[in-house]
């Protein structure tokens, strides 16, 4: 009887060193308030899962809508620019610099608890909240975000000044109430000569797709309030589902962001869809079925995409699978691109692609951005 005490004794003992000794992954910011025109930098203080690993950190605004998301490596680079690359040379820490809310030139955000998540390459997950205080503004532009059945839709992401991929960076940013109405403010810093000239456009990422109607362009001048700037979401009669999985291990990789274009009603513009894989690498993108859709590569630091079988097949209503799977890369292309013959000036800013032996996977080249020459 004795032995037997002293044997569940031992195993109480190591069931709680066991757990007091497991991985809880932490989250802290810089600043826990800031107003409706903070444009500096937020400092983001995290752990990954172990060294050299990756945490996937995301920005969600105050009605549960994730409006960006970033993989950051330790010791390592960032998916995009609106989470910066680690900074902390303490492995597994992460130290990341954020640009509220969602990179850099946004000036006016709209007032709210944010949330910040970030998940390590296990699952575990922390938040840290941040609150930001209004600012009212002298020039707003406001409306209603409905979708093609004449619903409202709320909770759909609002921007100003480009919102939208090559269209630049947003200078305010929010969301529609319940009943789909948005309100914008402008500050005074964006604009020039008084004036500015801009796009506004609603997206909801994942749930529909945006078309000609999901976007205006206008021009705002100081103290003027536009409204009944009403924009349409399209609800998608088509899927393109998969996952994505690394090479290999099998693992899934979340946190990617997947996009695609169609232009195949050219003459009313293009249509666009994008989504994020989700902790078990599976993602559903939302399109329009009767024309091909052109997707980007997902970008993850240090590895290169190939697709199941080929995108640029006509979509058909309903489901359409897509498995992605992820390489690590084992070399590098490096080199100078110059302006002219004599190579004798560089050409900054240049997109840079690159393909394999086999191109029927339909996915774009994987591209970098040179900075200088």
Partial sequence: MKKFAVFIFLVVMSALFSAGSAFAITVSLSQSTITSEYTGGITVNTQAYSAGDWVYLQLIDPSGYMVVGDIVV??????????????????????????????????????????????????????????????????????????????????????????????????????????????????????????????????QNGTYVTGPKSSISMTITGGQNLTFQNMTLIVPDATVTGTVMEYGTNKPMPGLNIYAWSNYTSATGNYESQTYTDASGHYSLPVLSGGQWNPDSPNFPGYVFSASSDWSSTMMAGANTFNLTGYAASGAIEGTVYTDSTMTTGAAGVSVGALSGDTTCGMAPMSAEIAAG
């Fill in 74 to 203: 330790d010791n390592g680079s960032a998916t995009s620019n609106a989470f910066q690359a680690d900074s902390n040379t303490a492995q597994p820490d992460i130290t990341s610099t954020f640009l509220f809310p969602s990179g850099a030139g946004v000036m006016w955000v709209q007032a709210g608890t944010w949330t910040i998540k970030a998940t390590d390459s296990q699952g575990n997950f922390a938040t840290a909240s941040l609150t930001v205080t209004p600012v009212t503004e002298s020039q707003n532009v406001s409306g209603t975000v409905t979708d093609t059945t004449g619903a409202a839709v709320s909770d759909a992401l609002v921007s100003f000044g480009g919102g939208g991929r090559g269209n630049g960076l947003p200078v305010a940013v929010g969301f529609t109430s319940s009943n789909g109405q948005y309100l914008l403010g402008i500050p005074p810093a964006a604009l020039t000569n008084n004036s500015i000239t801009g796009q506004i456009k609603a997206e």
